[in-house]
């Protein structure tokens, strides 16, 4: 009764390839942009900013760009905390070389830093797949990590080894450093995550995206209707570094501000992006949404019930969370196997039927 | 959907209570550092509760403790920092370097006070830069000059080859600076070997320690990581009185697992150990008879139980330093930090509160938030299932630290546009 075609004509091709064909969908798409731009910027403070908002944002960009390349592209990458590093480092040696250049360059430039950086690391990809690339990019994962250890230029040589953000501005309002209000936060992340969602969206609809889907589903087939597998796989690789670095850059100088590399871009963000993905819904934008956001949420929701309300202790509370979320992840895997997003694509279904089913 | 989303507000938003001092506990029940995270966080709790038990807290006002689970997880910490800092807390004591750089430009900019006593950036020592930030009674650099002169003492350092296993974070390569400095200066040389976190495996650098023989070896290790470093020092058949351990690494949860062969490791401490002290009588009435002991109440005594209450004791102090400063018993975060700054632990006082001689006399001051970083040298009697005092309460070397703070505290100065100021 809602949701459905019927009555829904389009007269103009624009009008007929448009994102978001059905009107319910449109109108639920606007009030989200809405209440995401003009509402919550209002209301939000320093704990749902940092605790809630802010890393949700971030890692739903990381996953997208995950999505790109393992969702659409079907090239499984481990090396996501790794990318994000050199996004982080990027932004870093930008942001202490032109402290004068507005953060709005510097961050899509640790972007391209990194989407070089990251087709460099997919170049195993045009002779190896499944598994042996998996391991390759799991050697990225711990290259990049010792290299950033090991070299002290990348940090700026700092006693310790780490690299905290400086205060920069954009239009005349802090966005990075203590002295950030939550707000501004919020809005520099959502921006990117606008214009990044917007723009994959778009890639992944049109011929690019097509012809990275015929290399997931059989490249070999793909390559004789005419699809180039290095090309296509490299321009994965790429955007989904491009992706991550926006990402890995954000996630420094946005939400943490200090960051070490063996602790904040480890082996275990890499699980953590790809469980986002596979839990989202490979091959979906939407999905990389939900995914980051039940990876993101669920921990902070559970501990809040079970410590802020509960009274339960902390250790207690913490072991409970990682059986609670680790069985909802099998739970998850073996009754929807391709991720929450097919949930809410059954629900679509249902819902052009309703009331009338048959 | 909008119910649901109402109904996360209200749980995921924390309701403020005042009227009561609160410090939170971001403590590590949970992963790779929980061996190390437990009897801190419960020495920590516990004294507080003896205080409210006893005296009804501090000055009157009863103590609360707001504990936040970090897993030793730096984006944990922030978000435990956030969820707690509205409830008015007055310090901070993360217990985790990584989480102390995080905090110590956000406390800041937030007026609240941090305690990283033993931990953290070491040149916060330098108050005038550091305003928030402190880390009395001693910092790496001391720990890194007490290990040196240890050696000294027992011999000549010159030309001798000196190895030093860290942890490869912030926490471990705080030191290096120093012990550089320091080989420049005595003549020995360094020998460095990074461990990864969370530092399980370490066959490959014990493999390297044991094929160029270092005269001694320094450890800057934390949770599984020490365990680890020990057994394989034991396995490689290292002397283990030439294995000196910082603060950190230098709890029976890091020796006994290796059982008699860890006989005679050494590691550093700021603070007495054991529970022979007219405290634990107190501790053992009001705490645990009263079945009031955090977590399993079966670490009581302990090397790093002891640092939690004496982490506890010394914020307790400045609280009431501050309550006597302010006039106020309900004390301000910002009141907290003038307390903490005017803070004074004498002989005394620390007699007076049932813990005579338990660590040195300091007196924190604007200049000065590092105390005068003495430090002494236990040894560990694998027999006795006991850490000793070896050495008394010493003095690091000045000449190299005090340097080096200025230098790096400038450099911070200048990297975030601060201006000195006392």
Redesign the interface.
């Known amino acids: 009764m809602f949701y459905r075609e019927a009555g829904d004509f389009s007269t103009t091709y624009p009008q007929d390839s448009q994102t978001f064909p059905i009107r319910f969908d449109r109108y639920r798409y606007y009030v989200v942009l809405a209440v995401a731009f003009l509402v919550i910027p209002f209301i939000i403070n320093d704990y749902w900013a940092n605790a809630v908002f802010v890393p949700f944002l971030i890692y739903a960009i990381a996953a997208i760009g995950l999505n790109i390349l393992t969702g659409y592209c079907g090239q499984v990458s481990l090396g996501t905390g790794a990318f994000m590093a050199v996004g982080a480092y990027a932004v870093y040696k930008l942001m202490t070389a032109f402290p004068d250049v507005s953060m709005l360059i510097h961050i899509p430039v640790a972007g391209l830093i990194t989407a070089a950086v990251v087709t460099l690391f997919g170049l195993p990809s045009l002779r190896i797949k499944g598994f042996y690339l998996a391991v390759a990019t799991l050697a990225a994962q711990f290259f990049l990590v010792w290299l950033f250890n090991k070299v002290p230029w990348f940090y700026n040589y700092s006693a310790s080894g780490q690299i905290s953000s400086p205060e920069r501005t954009v239009f005349g309002i802090i966005i990075t450093g203590p002295n950030t209000e939550a707000w501004a936060k919020y809005m520099i992340c959502l921006v990117f995550v606008t214009i990044c969602a917007i723009i994959a969206r778009n890639l992944t609809r049109g011929a690019m995206g097509r012809k990275w889907m015929a290399i997931r589903d059989m490249d070999i087939a793909a390559e004789i209707i005419g699809v180039n597998p290095m090309k296509a796989k490299l321009t994965a690789f790429m955007v989904s570094g491009f992706f991550v670095g926006i990402a890995g850059a954000l996630f420094f100088s946005v939400y943490l501000g200090a960051a070490e590399v063996g602790e904040s871009f480890g082996i275990d963000k890499s699980f953590l992006v790809l469980f986002m993905v596979i839990i989202g819904g490979l091959g979906s934008i939407f999905g990389s949404f939900i995914g980051a956001a039940f990876m993101v949420l669920l921990p902070v929701l559970l501990k809040n019930v079970l410590v802020g309300w509960l009274g339960w202790p902390t250790d207690l509370a913490a072991h409970l969370q990682f059986i609670i979320s680790g069985g909802l992840i099998i739970v998850f895997l073996i009754m929807e196997p391709h991720g929450l997003a097919q949930l809410w694509r059954v629900t679509k279904e249902k819902l052009r039927l309703w009331p009338f089913p048959h | 959907m909008r119910l649901l989303a109402m109904a996360?507000a209200a749980?995921?938003?924390?309701s403020p209570v005042m009227a009561d001092l609160v410090f939170p506990s971001l403590?590590y029940?949970?992963g790779p550092y929980?061996a190390n995270g437990?009897p801190f966080a419960d020495g920590y709790e516990d004294y507080f509760t003896l205080l409210n038990e006893r005296d009804g807290g501090i000055g009157g006002v009863p103590a609360r403790v707001l504990?936040?689970?970090t897993?030793y997880?730096?984006?944990k910490g922030?978000?435990c920092y956030?969820?707690t800092?509205?409830e008015g807390a007055l310090v901070y004591q993360p217990l985790s370097?990584?989480i102390t750089?995080?905090l110590?430009?956000?406390a800041?900019?937030?007026g609240i006070p941090v305690h990283s006593m033993g931990y953290g950036?070491t040149s916060a020592k330098n108050g005038a830069v550091f305003s928030n930030i402190f880390n009395y009674p001693a910092n790496y650099w001391d720990g890194a000059s007490h290990a040196i002169n240890h050696i000294m003492s027992l011999g000549d350092i010159s030309g001798k080859k000196i190895a030093l296993v860290y942890h490869?974070?912030?926490y471990g390569?705080?030191p290096?600076?120093t012990l550089e400095e320091l080989s420049k200066k005595h003549g020995f040389e360094l020998m460095l070997v990074?461990v990864?976190?969370p530092g399980q495996e370490q066959k490959s650098q014990w493999l390297q320690i044991r094929q160029q023989r270092p005269d001694n070896v320094l450890m800057w290790g934390w949770g599984v990581m020490n365990q680890v470093a020990i057994q394989e020092a034991a396995n490689i058949r290292y002397p283990m009185e030439n294995f000196i351990g910082i603060w950190w690494s230098g709890s029976e949860n890091d020796v006994l697992p290796a059982g008699e062969k860890a006989n005679g490791y050494k590691a550093l401490t700021f603070h007495n150990l054991g529970k022979d002290y007219p405290l634990f009588d107190d501790l053992q009435k009001y705490v645990v008879d009263a079945g009031k002991a955090a977590?399993a109440g079966d670490q009581i005594g302990t090397a790093l139980y002891n640092r939690g209450m004496y982490a506890a004791m010394l914020a307790a102090e400045a609280a009431k330093t501050a309550q006597e400063l302010s006039g106020n018993a309900e004390i301000t975060p910002a009141e907290m930090r003038d307390g903490m700054e005017a803070l004074e632990m004498t002989e005394a006082k620390m007699a007076a509160l049932g813990l005579p001689n338990f660590g040195p006399e300091f007196k924190v001051s604007c200049e000065n938030h590092g105390g005068n970083g003495l430090g002494a040298v236990a040894q560990w009697d694998a027999a006795a299932g006991s850490w000793n005092l070896i050495t008394g309460y010493e003095a690091s070397d000045q000449d190299v630290i005090g340097a080096l703070v200025d230098e790096?505290s400038a450099a911070f100065a200048a990297?975030?546009?601060i201006t000195p100021s006392c």
Do not use: F, L, W
């Open positions: 996360t749980v995921m938003a924390a403590s029940r949970t929980a437990i504990e936040c689970e897993g997880n730096t984006e922030v978000e956030e969820a800092k509205g370097t990584g750089y995080q110590i430009p956000k800041t900019a937030d950036r490869n974070s912030a390569k705080e290096i600076r990074p990864d976190h977590g790096d990297e975030s546009g």
